[in-house]
């Protein structure tokens, strides 16, 4: 009945939210563990928090009063930011000129981090630079500006859940998914993105480009320079565009390095135009709250319409003002991320050792903040009701949410997600311990449901989701 009221977009399931990412998140909410008050409570490994280094961010707070207290060297600037309007683009924006030279620093402090993270290999133009309330809005912004309602874009399997959401729901574009497979490591090949684009020219789908997560999420790995040389010849041959999400690219710990693909890219300038980058502070400097994303791009186009779009997800000036002197403390910098870096390091071979005890492994990754684990000899069944069935053990029996690699799309049963930096060392050991005496019980496979407590199970929970079955059904 309420339903009558809304529009179609409102009320359709294009959000993709039904998936058991989000649901397992909302599972953790009823029932969150905490050491003292919630000791038998679920675990949140489904979420793909940076909390490792708080300590050196509220350290700064401190010996930085005026950033933080909306100050100038003493002086309060309260009604300039409160007044401050950045509507990029307007006449009226570039009359102030004060206010203008503000917004230059701002970008240029967030295209200095772009380029320190990229090891300078290549110069960040911050004229280049759209700012987005999050890589959410920039992934948003960036199907708005390239794609009409119908028309796709491809991306390699597994992939961020939160995509179905972000890129579909509101654009009306399409996902054709490229399926990559544990055989080569899910690398992504020319013959798997061949694959994908004929498939959806089959389904009478117009291609408009290719999106890939670099570092990858959910993998933890990054792409070589030539598999991103190959890429960009893939998009130029069939005459596409190209983004590449490199929310994750602070986050690389190992060996290979991080290679954006802006500087795969270099001295390829008859490509440049076609190529878009997004990023976004809220893995690098674990700050999502704040909301700060970005689209690069060297299509004039694309940034002129990309930055009248943001005006619908600005970010705010007092939150441009705290960060713009966050980041232009170059010492600050150079030292949060060497420090931060080893820290995601240390975290993920503790989630691998832990891991290894219970006798499972993980894809060899090099970057990210989570772990993609291969339990498939735990399935009872190598099929995805078999991943949905062993993933509920694990949610309600074990009390850990981890997310099932049906919910990233990938089509092998049996891998899952496991993020390691949203919580303290300790309640990870809490975690792989309570992983430790599952596996040793013997009841994933022999299915002796001997429940940890009294899951009163959600309609939900009885059947795979529609965005696990990955229902290509629009509104
Ligand atoms: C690959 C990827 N893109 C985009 C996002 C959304 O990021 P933001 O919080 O900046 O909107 C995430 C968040 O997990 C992500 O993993």
Redesign the pocket.
């Known amino acids: 009945m309420a339903q009558i009221l809304l529009s179609r977009k409102a009320a359709c399931n294009t959000h993709g939210q039904d998936s058991s990412y989000f649901l397992g998140l909302q599972e953790y909410e009823n029932d969150p563990y905490d050491p003292k008050t919630n000791p038998t409570g679920i675990i949140q490994m489904g979420l793909?928090e940076n909390q490792l280094s708080f300590d050196l961010l509220e350290s700064w707070l401190q010996r930085h009063p005026d950033a933080a207290g909306l100050r100038r060297f003493g002086r309060v600037v309260f009604r300039e930011l409160a007044l401050f309007q950045d509507y990029h683009g307007l006449p009226e924006f570039k009359r102030v000129s004060a206010g203008f030279q503000q917004h230059n620093v701002r970008l240029q402090a967030l295209a200095d981090l772009m380029g320190d993270l990229r090891d300078n290999k290549i110069e960040i133009d911050p004229r280049k630079l759209v700012l987005t309330a999050?890589?959410?809005?920039a992934?948003e912004i960036l199907m708005f500006c390239l794609a009409e309602p119908g028309e796709a874009f491809l991306i390699p399997t597994p992939y961020?859940p939160?995509?179905d959401r972000?890129l579909k729901w509101r654009t009306g574009a399409e996902i054709v998914p490229v399926h990559c497979s544990s055989s080569n490591g899910f690398r992504i090949t020319r013959a798997a993105l061949e694959k994908a684009y004929q498939g959806a020219r089959k389904r009478n789908l117009s291609v408009k480009g290719v999106l890939v997560?670099n570092p990858s999420?959910p993998l933890g790995t990054t792409m070589s320079r030539n598999e991103l040389g190959a890429l960009v010849d893939f998009v130029v041959a069939k005459d596409v565009h190209l983004i590449s999400?490199e929310?994750?690219s602070g986050t690389t710990f190992d060996s290979p390095r991080f290679v954006s693909v802006t500087e795969a890219i270099e001295g390829r300038a008859h490509v440049s135009d076609r190529v878009h980058v997004?990023y976004?502070l809220?893995?690098d400097l674990g700050l999502?709250g704040f909301?700060v994303?970005a689209i690069y791009s060297n299509n004039e186009a694309v940034v002129a319409a990309a930055t009248k779009m943001s005006s619908f997800g600005l970010v705010s000036s007092q939150t441009q003002y705290l960060l713009s002197a966050l980041l232009s403390d170059e010492e600050f910098k150079g030292n949060y991320t060497g420090e931060n870096q080893k820290r995601i390091k240390q975290r993920h071979d503790r989630l691998v050792q832990g891991l290894g005890r219970s006798g499972i492994s993980c894809l060899k990754s090099n970057a990210g903040l989570f772990c993609w684990v291969d339990m498939r000899h735990l399935l009872r069944s190598n099929t995805l009701e078999g991943e949905m069935e062993l993933w509920r053990e694990i949610v309600y029996e074990v009390g850990l949410n981890i997310s099932p690699g049906s919910s990233c799309h990938c089509d092998e049963p049996g891998w899952f997600r496991v993020c390691f930096a949203n919580m303290s060392a300790e309640t990870l050991d809490v975690a792989m311990r309570r992983l430790q005496d599952f596996v040793a019980s013997g009841r994933a496979r022999d299915g002796d449901s001997r429940q940890r407590k009294k899951p009163i199970l959600g309609k939900w929970m009885l059947t795979l989701s529609s965005s696990d079955r990955r229902s290509e059904r629009g509104c």
């Open positions: 793909a999050g890589a959410t809005s992934n961020y939160g995509f972000d997560t999420n999400d929310i994750y997004v976004s809220s893995k999502p909301r994303g």
